[in-house]
Nanobody, 121 residues
Framework: QVQLVESGGGLVQPGGSLRLSCAASGSIFSINTMEWHRQAPGKQLELVAAITSADSTTSAASVSGRFSISRDNAKNTAYLQMNSLKPDDTAVYYC???????????????WGRGTQVTVSS
């Protein structure tokens, strides 16, 4: 069974850095686009960054220049490097991936359970 597990969240001071990881596991044939989304308290889900299988990236204007997304295909893992963190970055961060399963060659969207990032003094 395919799963996505986020890690790396926690409490950090403003101006600090965190690196989130999203590890996909299971019988995977390939992973197309991987994305990071976040949901801050009282706000809707927001796309933070995305990366294609060809390593093309995009990010939200609110995090441009501060966050960067990357992936390691050998590890079936995506990363979100977060620098110069602000209190407004406080949110639950979710990983989303377009995955084709090895056994069935079926393609579907998978979501992780999320990891909490809190930016506070």
């Amino acid at each position: 069974q395919v799963q996505l597990v986020e890690s790396g969240g926690g409490l950090v001071q403003p101006g600090g850095s965190l690196r989130l990881s999203c590890a996909a596991s299971g019988s995977i044939f390939s992973i197309n686009t991987m994305e990071w989304h976040r949901q801050a308290p009282g706000k809707q889900l927001e796309l933070v960054a995305a990366i294609t299988s060809a390593d093309s990236t995009t990010s939200a204007a609110s995090v441009s220049g501060r966050f960067s997304i990357s992936r390691d295909n050998a590890k079936n893992t995506a990363y979100l490097q977060m620098n110069s963190l602000k209190p407004d970055d406080t949110a639950v961060y979710y990983c989303k991936a377009d995955i084709t399963r090895l056994s069935t060659r079926t393609r579907a969207i998978y979501w992780g359970r999320g990891t909490q990032v809190t930016v506070s003094s």
